[in-house]
């Protein structure tokens, strides 16, 4: 894993470093689309990966990202209520558009634009959680808090 970082990747670590964080991310070659298959290969529980999910809110179409421990389903009733708004599912156009990463590999930093987000309460009681990087095959480690830091995002109830 000592290869050049895709672009991608790179602009994740770029703003890992700008943010004074020590995270490293690393590439696979393995994908990493689903919390299970990242969780593998890591070697840690599905519940500390952290996806990022990009919902749209059904009026005034906004991004919203949720980022949701790898074991559970956002309730989107009980986020939208956070937006007071309805919030759907986002298509991809649109998550690579607000986000300027594809889904599958959407970190929680270094995006296109700036987004609401809520973090999954649940991700707290882990003293290490993973995010994506970037790309399908990029991860990072890093502590809970540093995620609050690193988002803004408020941390919630979201199944």
Same mark, same amino acid.
């Given at each position: 894993?000592? *290869?050049?970082?895709? *672009?991608?990747?790179?602009?994740?670590?770029?703003?890992?470093? #700008?943010?004074?964080?020590?995270? %490293?991310?690393? /590439?696979?070659?393995?994908?990493?689309?689903?919390?299970? %298959?990242?969780?593998?290969?890591?070697?840690?529980?599905?519940?500390?990966? *952290?996806?990022?999910?990009?919902?749209?809110? #059904?009026?005034? %179409?906004?991004?919203?990202?949720?980022?949701?421990?790898? $074991?559970?389903?956002?309730? /989107?009733?009980?986020?939208?209520m956070h937006v007071k708004e309805a919030l759907g599912k986002a298509p991809a156009a649109f998550v690579?558009?607000?986000?300027?990463?594809?889904?599958?590999?959407? +970190? +929680?930093? $270094?995006? $296109?634009?700036?987004? =609401?987000?809520?973090?999954?309460?649940?991700?707290?009681?882990?003293?290490?959680?993973?995010?994506?990087?970037?790309? +399908?095959?990029?991860?990072?480690?890093?502590? =809970? *808090?540093?995620?609050?830091?690193?988002?803004?995002?408020?941390?919630?109830?979201?199944?």
């Amino acid at each position: 894993m000592s *290869a050049p970082l895709t *672009a991608s990747a790179q602009k994740v670590q770029d703003a890992l470093r #700008a943010l004074g964080l020590s995270s %490293e991310v690393v /590439e696979s070659e393995q994908p990493t689309r689903t919390a299970a %298959e990242a969780a593998k290969l890591v070697g840690c529980q599905v519940g500390q990966i *952290a996806k990022s999910l990009v919902f749209k809110t #059904a009026q005034t %179409e906004r991004a919203v990202l949720v980022i949701t421990s790898g $074991a559970n389903t956002v309730n /989107e009733f009980r986020v939208g209520m956070h937006v007071k708004e309805a919030l759907g599912k986002a298509p991809a156009a649109f998550v690579r558009q607000v986000t300027g990463f594809a889904i599958g590999g959407i +970190p +929680p930093l $270094a995006h $296109a634009t700036q987004i =609401p987000t809520f973090i999954d309460q649940d991700l707290m009681k882990y003293p290490e959680i993973w995010a994506a990087a970037g790309t +399908p095959n990029a991860l990072f480690r890093l502590a =809970p *808090a540093d995620l609050v830091k690193m988002t803004g995002g408020r941390v919630i109830r979201v199944t």
